[in-house]
T-cell receptor
Framework: AQKITQTQPGMFVQEKEAVTLDCTYD???????LFWYKQPSSGEMIFLIY??????QNATEGRYSLNFQKARKSANLVISASQLGDSAMYFC????????????FGKGTHLIIQP | DVKVTQSSRYLVKRTGEKVFLECVQD?????MFWYRQDPGLGLRLIYF???????EKGDIPEGYSVSREKKERFSLILESASTNQTSMYLC???????????????FGPGTRLTVL
């Protein structure tokens, strides 16, 4: 069974600062994928970034990067130069390498960016 | 533009009613999923399907069933709704093989179901 742990229920960050959202995972699979999704107050789930377990380089997508530390089973999301529009719920998730068996989500982190 | 639609944004039903939640995707995706989202619990997988007429139980299938008669449509059925099924229900779809994005799932807008 897979498990995702997000230990920060809520975070307050000043605008323009960098943010790190923590995520640790547990799985017995050798091949797996790690995801981050953003959910604004409007409710839609927005895909941010993906890291495969065999990817040696950390994934980056614009202001988002994923700090992947495989030995520590850690997949932290880093948002550089935070903006007011980054205020949202953030979910870390994972699936097995096949991808067809659904995602296991963490409980989420509520990020609030303050001006 | 990819699109997953759900039949209702808000739904109010009575205990014991049979409830149908419909999800349609226009991306020709093989895989479809149903999740429920509750505060403090994140999203939990109810059922998924990787082909027409195929279905697999997720982590919390009790009290639910699903139907997939056509590739683009995946229905979640509450046979006899109960108050503990009051929740946000999210449908998603994915296409296997998009390795660069790890079978990214595309989500619908969600249906907020209240069972009285």
């Amino acid at each position: 069974a897979q498990k995702i742990t997000q230990t920060q229920p809520g975070m307050f960050v000043q605008e323009k600062e960098a943010v790190t959202l923590d995520c640790t995972y547990d799985t017995s699979d050798q091949s797996y994928g790690l995801f981050w999704y953003k959910q604004p107050s409007s409710g839609e789930m927005i895909f941010l970034i993906y890291q495969g377990s065999y990817d040696e380089q950390n994934a980056t997508e614009g202001r988002y990067s994923l700090n992947f530390q495989k030995a520590r089973k850690s997949a932290n999301l880093v948002i550089s130069a935070s903006q007011l529009g980054d205020s949202a719920m953030y979910f870390c998730a994972m699936n097995s390498g096949g991808g067809a068996d659904g995602l296991t989500f963490g409980k989420g982190t509520h990020l609030i960016i303050q001006p | 533009d990819v699109k997953v639609t759900q039949s209702s944004r808000y739904l109010v039903k009575r205990t014991g009613e049979k409830v149908f939640l419909e999800c349609v995707q226009d991306m020709d995706h093989e895989n479809m999923f149903w999740y429920r989202q509750d505060p403090g619990l994140g999203l939990r997988l109810i059922y998924f399907s990787y082909d027409v007429k195929m279905k697999e139980k997720g982590d919390i299938p009790e009290g639910y069933s699903v139907s997939r008669e056509k590739k683009e449509r995946f229905s979640l059925i509450l046979e006899s709704a109960s108050t503990n099924q009051t929740s946000m229900y999210l449908c998603a779809s994915s296409y296997p093989g998009l390795a660069a994005r790890g079978d990214e799932q595309f989500f619908g807008p969600g249906t907020r179901l209240t069972v009285l």
